[in-house]
């Protein structure tokens, strides 16, 4: 039938147009990733870190830079935690090391720097900062500016 191509692309355009929209007003809106992502930049808890040096040792790139040290009690501590999210491949391996499950991704994908040396993090410093803070609301928080190791 002459036409049925022009009928057949109207039909799916037809379609198209009252189907529920899916593109997000970024930067305004801004996706919530999934709970699997991984991505963005490690978030520690010094809390239920035990300075065992798993992570590091299990990341192919070395990107993970930490020192520790021991107490009365001879129990290990961190001292200093760095991780060089530029030089990082994203394969996880770090976080399935850790048997504490003290460092997870914090699921922010906006992580341009102007300067190559903003992109290494102090998580130790992040960690501590963020348990003297009050609580800040969660959209509040992720627009909070992230302090460099630099
Ligand atoms: S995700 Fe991989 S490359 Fe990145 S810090 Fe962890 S182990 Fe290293
Ligand atoms: S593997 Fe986990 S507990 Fe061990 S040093 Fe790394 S973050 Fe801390």
């Known amino acids: 039938m ?3 191509g022009l009928l057949e ?12 929209k899916v593109t997000l007003q970024y930067p ?4 919530t990733m999934p ?3 991984r991505g963005g930049e490690l978030e520690l808890d010094h809390h239920k870190c035990i300075a065992c040096g798993l992570c590091a040792m299990a990341c192919p790139n070395h990107v993970i830079r930490l020192t520790t040290g021991t107490n009365e009690q001879k129990k290990r501590y961190l001292t200093s935690y760095v ?14 090391a850790c048997p504490t499950q003290a460092i ?3 699921k922010n994908y906006e992580n341009a720097r102007y300067f ?21 609301e969660t959209e509040e ?5 992230r302090r460099s190791a630099g």
Do not use: H
């Open 2 to 4: 002459l036409g049925k």
């Open 9 to 20: 692309g109207m039909g799916i355009t037809l379609k198209s147009f009252f189907r529920k």
């Open 28 to 31: 305004e809106v801004k996706l």
């Open 35 to 37: 709970p699997r992502f």
């Open 83 to 96: 991780y060089q999210s530029g030089l990082c491949l994203y394969c996880n391996y770090c976080v399935e």
């Open 104 to 106: 997870r991704w914090d």
């Open 116 to 136: 190559r040396e903003e992109l290494d993090v102090d998580c130790l410093e992040l960690s501590l900062q963020k348990e003297a803070e009050p609580a800040v």
């Open 141 to 145: 928080a992720a627009t909070l500016p």
